[in-house]
């Protein structure tokens, strides 16, 4: 009965040796998962901000419209003359309408701001567009601000070049020409890495996007809706 009851007690304590240490297993796995938490929630926060569309997009209104800049491009289109804003709007009906040796030629005359006779129909389109209200010049305002100083990005609109932006302690204006049935895509390539990468924000009347850590060499993207 002793060598019993000494088993017993061996086993008793086994057991509840065992249960401390699943014990403390399961309360360092605990330990474990909320620290591991602590650190992940920040990233996929930050993932989710970076990745949300609606920070990736911005929206063109009738309180954007530049009136002043807006009669110059109907009047160079009624002229038959193309400035950088023109050439961009135009060549996203090119891409649409011309291929080959015709869309090669409309490239070319577009990167060189000028008028050739395949490119006629779409800029009368634009010019009509105009006329009828469907079609303006935009402004988009770069955002300011100061931690952001020495931090640049390259900007293209459909493909071609808008320019290099910096980002300054005071907000400025860009603008761009659209109509109402287009939708544009923008990119922003980081041109430095000051303070850990480029923090880029614009907006409009209605909306804003953003863009987080942009490093050098790197792009993000952004679409241009008119309502």
């Known amino acids: 009965m002793a060598a019993e009851s000494r088993l017993a007690v061996r086993n008793f304590r086994a057991a509840r040796s065992g249960k401390l240490r699943l ?3 399961a309360c360092a796995a605990i330990m474990l998962t909320c620290a591991m938490g602590y650190f992940i929630a920040p990233v996929v926060r930050t993932l989710f901000d970076e990745t949300n569309a609606a920070k990736k997009t911005l929206e063109l209104t009738e309180q954007d419209i530049d009136p002043e800049t807006t009669l110059v491009e109907k009047n160079l289109l009624k002229q038959g003359q193309l400035d950088p804003r023109l050439a961009i709007a135009l060549w996203s009906d090119a ?3 011309l291929s080959g040796d015709a869309l090669q030629v409309a490239e070319q005359a577009l990167l060189e701001n000028k008028m ?3 490119l006629e129909p779409l800029a009368r389109r634009w010019a ?5 209200g469907k079609a303006a010049a935009f402004v988009i305002w770069i955002a300011e601000d100061e931690s952001q100083k020495n931090n640049a990005v390259e900007l293209q609109l459909n493909g071609i070049p808008l ?4 980002i300054e302690p005071s907000r400025y204006a860009i603008t761009v020409v659209e109509r109402s049935d287009l939708t544009s895509r923008l990119e922003i390539k980081g041109l430095s890495d000051a303070n850990g990468g480029v923090v880029f924000r614009a907006e409009t009347a209605t909306s804003e996007a953003e863009t987080k850590r942009l490093h050098k060499g790197k792009s993000d993207f952004w679409q241009i809706r008119v309502r």
Request: avoid cysteine; glycine fraction near 6%.
């Open 23 to 25: 014990f403390a297993w």
């Open 163 to 166: 320019g290099k932006y910096t």
């Open 116 to 118: 050739v006779p395949i």
């Open 95 to 97: 891409k649409q309408q």
């Open 128 to 132: 009509n567009d105009f006329d009828v």
